[in-house]
């Protein structure tokens, strides 16, 4: 599976010049993925260590990547701006 997902990346990257940040996946290809990495204790780490947040998805048919601009929200309140 990484191999698979590491050729996405590259034809990705050289298709558009950028590191994707989002990897589509079904239930079936994530636990393959977990298998291929019996090191990583959880989701965060599989992120972290792909550098892509994991889109799960009974619809996905086949594993793909993308780009996105991605907001970070926050959970505290924003503040209110000086005027």
């Known amino acids: 599976m990484l191999s698979f997902l590491y050729r996405l990346v590259e034809t990705f990257q050289r298709e558009h010049s950028m590191h994707p940040n989002l990897i589509y996946l079904n239930r079936l290809h994530y636990r393959k993925l977990l298998e291929s990495l019996p090191a990583m204790k959880s989701h965060e780490e599989i992120s972290r260590f792909l550098m892509m947040e994991i889109i799960i998805s009974p619809e996905i048919?086949?594993?793909h990547v993308a780009s996105a601009n991605l907001i970070k929200h926050s959970l505290q309140p924003p503040r209110p701006m000086a005027l």
Do not use: V
Request: charged content about 0%; aromatic content about 0%.
């Open 61 to 63: 048919m086949h594993p």
